[in-house]
């Protein structure tokens, strides 16, 4: 059992380490290239869509996140786990307090302003899984 949520904890994280980055550097920035008569269709497609991909893997993650802390563990292991689920929540606060609201606000019509911010603001959670993948891949390489 434990192998298994070490196992599906690190694929989850890697999973959403590729798909941010994949956003991140193509996806967010074409954005500002749709053209501004058809950016409200694109925008419900793309929350729409996006959801459906990416909605199961953070659960999927989350839940293991949680577990990884509920094991008995060694004090390196709770540690890492910690450390884990404490960048996962970052993640989960930055998309409700930031990407959501900005993804909401452009529902309405392409904003620059908007978009950049929700650029920008998108390199926590960038930054935040890929540093949790390593930590993932520490513990389930080390099984910590």
């Given at each position: 059992m434990t192998s298994?949520?070490?196992q599906l904890h690190a694929f989850s994280t890697i999973f959403m380490t590729g798909v941010?980055?994949?956003?991140?550097?193509?996806?967010?920035?074409l954005m500002a290239r749709v053209p501004q008569r058809s950016?409200?269709?694109f925008q419900r497609a793309h929350v729409a869509r996006t959801t459906w991909v990416v909605g199961p893997p953070m659960?999927?993650?989350?839940?293991?996140?949680?577990?990884?802390?509920?094991?008995?563990?060694?004090?390196?292991?709770?540690?890492?786990?910690?450390?884990g689920f404490l960048l996962l929540v970052c993640i989960w606060v930055s998309t409700a307090l930031?990407?959501?609201?900005?993804h909401?606000?452009?529902?309405?019509?392409?904003?620059?302003?908007?978009?950049?911010?929700?650029?920008?603001?998108?390199?926590?959670?960038?930054?935040?899984?890929?540093?949790?993948?390593a930590v993932a891949c520490l513990i389930l390489v080390f099984h910590l």
């Open positions: 298994a949520i070490l941010i980055w994949f956003v991140q550097v193509v996806h967010y920035p950016y409200q269709n659960i999927v993650e989350a839940a293991c996140a949680i577990g990884l802390l509920l094991l008995p563990s060694t004090s390196a292991s709770f540690y890492w786990s910690l450390m930031f990407q959501v609201p900005a909401h606000t452009l529902l309405e019509g392409f904003d620059q302003n908007t978009h950049r911010s929700l650029v920008r603001s998108n390199w926590v959670r960038t930054f935040a899984w890929t540093i949790r993948s």
